[in-house]
């Protein structure tokens, strides 16, 4: 599996930074971004996609809005290196596979690219009436379903069946109006009457309603006449979504193979495997991290990305009680550090840099290689804690991100399932300056390849106006604001973001810090002293959790002082 470098990792939506990717490669290419950052993890709207700002792949050709190749081939001039999405467990519903579906049905050979429901679920359950099997209890007892009811999209297939496919993710269906017209020529009634029951039936299927779902009130003797129509009509219905893939078959691991050598050829070093932990399934298993069919696909997929020399970043959100975190490690895998986030708030709020400590010993011990981070394009995890740092610490941290203005989403409104909270780190650290800076410190000290999130580097505030704009399902907008090149200029010149920009090109240029180096730990009271050696160069941070001060110093091999900042 290819080797990663150890230096600063930008990460932002090509559209984050000035509107499209080559907006960001002419900020970088500043002179104060000069050697600041060796990769760059451009989030996947760089591709075809369509919903979930870009988890949601049509295909892997680059986006003609957001991006060109050239602008690519600039940041590998600059010396930059990327690190890529790849969205292992499902595709759009707009892919050329299932809209072949759509078009041909059985006849399509995509047919089994999908995960067919009915099946799946063969022999495990009873048929319904809605044509779709209710999979017995005892089979689906470890399944935890991402969104009320059974993961299914019913497609109409060509001669007019509705199959269930799997759909783990998000869906939507869009169903053709029904016309005042059309109700008259079907039921003889005077356009009035005829216009009110359109409107109902319009009505009621954008509630999600189906037609023979609807109550159809004075109307009723009209009802099968109706929804003959509706019928009729809904072969030109419209679906989004992201639909499961069926890694049993032979044609999706091409399409496996065929995209990471499109990645690779992008510039990719770093794959980043979305959603891989919901790939395989069987019937009476976990749908997410089942053993050991997770790791037979992980290993199946690194045989391919062995090939295009790529290194495999699997990501997985569970609690530190759950160890996936070293079973991934021990694998021979990055991981994610989702620990890091939580624990760095906590240490500075608490003024305590004990568990801080103990985990980069953790990391060093163990010879676990992460990449780490302070706030991401999802949110702030926390649950992940658990087993790290007491409950009801994280509770704490929980009510204070919250109290500062951020958003914690639960899911299925169960308190327990929510793993996040929504803010950008600023925020969540009071919009204060020092703790910002300290923030940043202690990420650059601590273990691990450091990822930026382009707001944290701006400083950014919660964006209050952007989730009320997004609606519904909208608090990861948060921290999602788009910056144009204007403002981008304008917050270059704040001593918050000059100092950060500071100290990641001293953690990209020195030599003691890599995967191979050495770190020592200490804790003294509220005092923080972390030490990197390597080869005979020396760095030191010195942190102060209570008063938010720090010093970072360094020396060459000749053990001459090099870089001193007090902050």
């Not at 007019?160 to 016309?179: A, M, S």
């Not at 193979?257 to 919901?278: C, E, H, N, P, Q």
């Not at 160890?323 to 895998?333: C, P, T």
């Not at 610490?393 to 308190?415: A, C, M, P, S, Y």
Request: aromatic share 12%; net charge negative.
């Amino acid at each position: 599996m290819g080797k990663a470098n150890n230096g600063p990792m930008l990460n932002a939506y090509p559209d984050s930074m000035g509107g499209n990717l080559g907006e960001i490669v002419k900020f970088l290419e500043k002179p104060e971004l000069k050697d600041v950052f060796s990769s760059f993890y451009i989030l996947p709207s760089v591709f075809n996609t369509d919903l979930d700002r870009g988890f949601s792949v049509i295909d892997y050709s680059l986006s003609d809005k957001l991006a060109k190749r050239e602008d690519i081939e600039t940041l590998q001039g600059l010396g930059i290196d990327l690190k890529l999405d790849f969205i292992l467990n499902h595709a759009s519903v707009l892919s050329k596979q299932f809209q072949d579906i759509i078009e041909k049905g059985d006849d399509s050979q995509y047919r089994d690219f999908f995960i067919d429901w009915n099946k799946f679920w063969d022999g495990c359950g009873e048929m319904t009436e809605a044509g779709y099997i209710q999979p017995d209890e005892k089979y689906i007892k470890d399944m935890f379903f991402r969104k009320p009811g059974l993961p299914i999209l019913m497609v109409r297939f060509p001669d007019g069946r509705n199959v269930p496919y799997w759909n783990t993710f998000y869906q939507e269906v869009k169903y053709p109006k029904l016309d005042a017209q059309d109700v008259m020529k079907a039921t003889g009634l005077q356009y009035c009457q005829a216009v009110d029951l359109a409107e109902l039936a319009n009505r009621e299927i954008e509630e999600g309603k189906t037609p023979q779902d609807i109550n159809w009130g004075e109307y009723s003797s009209f009802s099968d006449a109706v929804v003959a129509v509706v019928e009729m009509l809904e072969k030109n219905r419209k679906y989004l979504g992201q639909m499961d893939l069926n890694i049993k078959s032979p044609m999706v691991w091409e399409f496996y193979d065929d995209t990471l050598k499109t990645l690779a050829d992008y510039g990719a070093k770093i794959v980043r495997l979305d959603a891989f932990a919901y790939a395989p399934k069987e019937p009476g298993e976990k749908n997410f991290l089942n053993e050991p069919g997770t790791w037979d696909v992980l290993q199946r997929v690194r045989e391919l990305a062995d090939k295009y020399n790529l290194m495999l970043l699997p990501e997985i959100h569970a609690s530190y009680g759950e160890k996936n975190y070293e079973a991934i490690a021990e694998k021979g895998y990055m991981t994610y550090d989702f620990f890091l986030p939580g624990l760095i708030i906590d240490a500075i709020e608490g003024a305590d840099g004990k568990v801080l400590k103990r985990w980069a010993d953790e990391l060093m011990e163990k010879k676990i290689k992460v990449v780490n981070m302070l706030g991401c394009h999802d949110g702030i995890p926390l649950l992940d804690l658990k087993g790290l740092i007491p409950e009801e610490r994280i509770q704490t941290l929980i009510d204070t991100i919250v109290e500062r203005g951020g958003f914690v989403k639960n899911l299925h409104g169960q308190k327990n399932m929510y793993y996040q909270v929504n803010a950008t780190y600023y925020s969540a650290l009071g919009e204060d300056d020092k703790k910002m800076l300290l923030a940043r410190a202690l990420q650059l000290f601590m273990p691990g390849k450091p990822q930026v999130w382009y707001l944290d580097l701006f400083a950014g505030k919660n964006d209050h106006e952007a989730v009320k704009r997004a609606g519904a399902g909208g608090h990861k907008e948060i921290n999602r604001t788009n910056l144009t090149t204007d403002q981008m200029e304008e917050l270059l010149t704040r001593d918050v973001v000059k100092k950060q920009l500071e100290m990641l090109k001293f953690r990209s240029e020195f030599a003691a810090f890599d995967f191979d180096a050495e770190l020592e730990v200490k804790v003294d009271g509220s005092k923080m002293s972390y030490i990197w050696t390597k080869d005979g160069y020396k760095a030191q941070l010195e942190a102060y959790l209570e008063t938010c001060d720090f010093e970072i110093f360094a020396w060459n091999e000749n053990g001459e002082s090099v870089y001193q900042m007090i902050c």
